[in-house]
């Protein structure tokens, strides 16, 4: 396994080197289908992206504070929620990377004794458990179910998964410097998509970790798991949820040797081992992972899933 991917595997961790599939990736085309994507037009321009704050972490590549032009896209509004994604997989029959493999990366203190006992687990992150039958539909393992979560955001997703529903409807994944321009909302190089205050005022702007990781959440913003995608305020570009819940899938490669000039509509590395994901999520903390600030930035292999990470659409500008 690629280092940087292992390292990085604490907040979204990897599948192992050579765990078989249960079946081959489908060959076909997935067509287009229609998703009632609520889009929000960004007019793009020169931005400063990166970070050189004291509080991240260095070798994730965040820095260094670099100038940045992306040109005008649409971004969508919330990440993917289970109820879009159930309509995805009714119209295509597509089969997820979970499903395939047969086990989906569930937080531990979500499962019951039954399931816990005797889960692997990742040697540098064991609050993770795989669990057999894990899944979008099934984020808890066998019986559990979105039935009551159809606004929360679709997890257990991998970078391959988002792609083949960003083919069907219409859109694609955004590009890392696409993510962090939007999620900025216009504001210049502040720690949070709000502000340089985590609580401002008391009040909770997302949905991360409080209390002490990995044993004990409070749940003082209201959720130990996910919540609905539109739960808090949307940041100064309309978006919501561009911080915490859930972790969201990137177009580009990992890479973290960025020039300190000014670039163009950005792509990444040509290639490599894993995907960049942005935003942090329910289980970002403090005291381990503060990836949650907007500058933020970490990666996963393009087959992996977990319980906390999902996607968000994207799209050239009309």
């Given at each position: ?28 085309t ?40 992306v ?5 969508a ?31 531990a ?7 816990r ?15 057999s ?7 808890e ?26 083919a069907?409807?219409g859109?694609r ?13 216009g ?12 609580v ?51 177009a ?22 894993a ?29 992996s899933?977990t ?12």
């Amino acid at each position: 396994m690629d280092p940087n991917v292992e390292k990085s595997g604490c907040c979204a961790p990897a599948r192992s080197p050579g765990d078989p599939a249960d079946e081959s990736p489908p060959t076909r085309t997935i067509e287009a289908g229609h998703a009632p994507i609520r889009w929000v037009d960004l007019p793009g321009g020169e931005f400063l992206m990166g970070t050189d704050d004291p509080v991240g972490f260095p070798d994730d590549g965040e820095g260094p504070v670099r100038p940045v032009f992306v040109d005008a896209f649409r971004m969508a509004e919330c990440p993917v929620t289970n109820d879009e994604f159930a309509a995805f997989i009714e119209a295509t029959g597509y089969v997820t990377d979970a499903e395939r493999y047969g086990w989906s990366f569930v937080f531990a203190s979500f499962l019951p004794a039954q399931l816990r006992r005797g889960a692997p687990r990742p040697e540098q992150a064991p609050w993770w458990c795989g669990v057999s039958g894990a899944m979008w539909s099934a984020p808890e393992g066998p019986g559990s179910t979105v039935e009551d979560r159809g606004r929360h955001p679709v997890v257990h997703v991998s970078w391959n998964d988002a792609q083949a529903y960003c083919a069907w409807a219409g859109a694609r994944l955004p590009t890392e410097a696409e993510w962090e321009y939007a999620a900025r909302g216009g504001l210049i190089q502040k720690r949070y998509v709000w502000g340089d205050e985590l609580v401002p005022d008391g009040v909770h702007m997302c949905n991360i970790w409080q209390g002490s990781f990995p044993t004990k959440n409070t749940a003082e913003d209201g959720y130990r798991g996910t919540c609905p995608v539109d739960a808090f305020p949307p940041n100064g570009f309309g978006l919501y949820n561009m911080a915490g819940n859930v972790w969201q899938w990137c177009a580009d490669w990992w890479g973290v040797d960025h020039s300190p000039g000014r670039c163009v509509n950005p792509h990444g590395p040509k290639g490599g081992p894993a995907r960049v994901i942005r935003g942090g999520s329910y289980l970002c903390h403090d005291s381990y992972c503060n990836r949650y600030r907007v500058a933020a930035r970490t990666a996963n292999e393009p087959d992996s899933t977990t319980g906390n990470t999902g996607f968000r659409c994207a799209a050239d500008a009309r």
